[in-house]
């Protein structure tokens, strides 16, 4: 039975996001998760966290320069020392709030001829990562985007992000399945999940093609949710949607898993 995790980023935006912890346990969430901590202080987001009885599974290393049309340094030839700053600075958080997940990102390839040497650049960072990780338990989680939500970022495909898995060979470096991003871009949701047994370390959902609650669209989430049981899946859910009105209102697909 999943553990579903409240996205902060993208969940409870009626409020402010420092309101939004106490709105995810009103709701019925244990877990939350978030794109980014590094606004706040990370003392602040703990005393959230431990104020509703939270516990924080996952957020990603910093974006870069966002307007610039960065998403993410580590993939970016050049920017290694950004890189590790960022990893560093993850880490810290990480110890902080007690957050066993750091999605590394990887970043966007202007000209698909550097490909090669942007996945080694990746590569090596990740490595990085998964060193400086390892000895406080962290993992290091990997995700591929679909080009219609981030075009040209290193890796679009599932089997892509796998590929790098298996290459960076590290023992605390998994997939970040992402449903949405997978049925856009790869579909065979049931043998992607199979492929991925024991390689993938966060799970999150969204409806298909609206990236809304995943009672609509075209996953079954049902189905999917009992093969994350079949293939021995105990991470977490992330609920990375983009509601369809109040927050509230579009939770009675979770009535059924809230209290398990
Ligand atoms: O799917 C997404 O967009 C997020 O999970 C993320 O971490 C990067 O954009
Ligand atoms: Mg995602």
Sequence with gaps: MPKFAANLSMMFTEVPFLDRFEAAAKAGFKYVEYLFPYEYPAA????????????????????GNVSAGEWGVS?????EADSHRDIDQALEYAIALGCPNVHVMAGVVPDPK??????????DNVRYAADKFKP???KVLLEALSPQVKPNYLMSSQY???????LINRDNVFVQLDYFHAQNVDGNLSRL???????FAHVQIASVPDR????EG????????????????????????????KTEDGLVWFEAYKNK
Excluded: M, S
């Design 160 to 166: 892509q992000t796998l590929e790098l898995v298996e």
């Design 218 to 245: 075209e996953i079954n989430y049902t189905y999917i949710f009992n093969k994350l049981d079949e293939v021995g899946y105990d991470g977490w859910v992330g609920c990375e949607y983009n509601p369809r009105g």
């Design 136 to 138: 406080y338990g962290i």
């Design 114 to 123: 550097e490909y090669a040497k942007y996945k080694q650049t990746f590569i």
């Design 75 to 79: 993939a970016i030839p050049g920017r």
């Design 212 to 215: 809304h609650e995943p009672d």
């Design 44 to 63: 602040e987001l703990k005393a959230k966290l431990d104020q509703y009885g939270l516990k924080q599974v996952l957020f990603n290393t910093a974006p």
């Design 193 to 199: 999940t199979d492929r991925l047994k024991g390689k």
